[in-house]
């Protein structure tokens, strides 16, 4: 089982930015890819970006693709997401996921392990 722990969520206005962070830890955490995804109230969860741990290798939503950016630090085990040009829909619970099996990474199936979420809400 992989841990994880995500930080950096708050209230902003639209067109701030902010950073997100998910630590990752445990004995099964191997460095495969890494994901965010979000949910919005009422809405389904739904894929943000995904990164693979060895070559940094990037996925975008569409929505967002951009606007956000997301990183890894091999050192510490620790994945980022850079949100700029914020916008109120962008408002939800963003979860850190750790991708321990195979499968499309846009899809929750491939994900193994996830964070408890951090709320991220813009005011217009």
């Known amino acids: 089982q992989v841990q994880l722990v995500e930080s950096g969520g708050g209230l902003v206005q639209a067109g701030d930015s902010l950073r997100l962070s998910c630590a990752a830890s445990g004995r099964a955490f191997s460095g495969n890819a890494m994901a965010w995804f979000r949910q919005a109230p009422g809405r389904e969860r739904e894929f943000v970006a995904n990164i693979r741990w060895s070559d940094a290798n990037t996925y975008y939503a569409d929505s967002v693709k951009g606007r956000f950016t997301i990183s890894r630090d091999n050192a510490k085990n620790t994945m980022y997401l850079q949100m700029n040009n914020l916008k109120p829909e962008d408002t939800a619970v963003y979860y850190c996921?750790?991708?321990?099996?195979?499968?499309?990474?846009?899809?929750?199936?491939?994900?193994?392990?996830w964070g408890q979420g951090t709320q991220v809400t813009v005011s217009s």
């Open positions: 996921a750790y991708q321990g099996r195979g499968g499309s990474v846009w899809y929750e199936d491939a994900y193994t392990d």
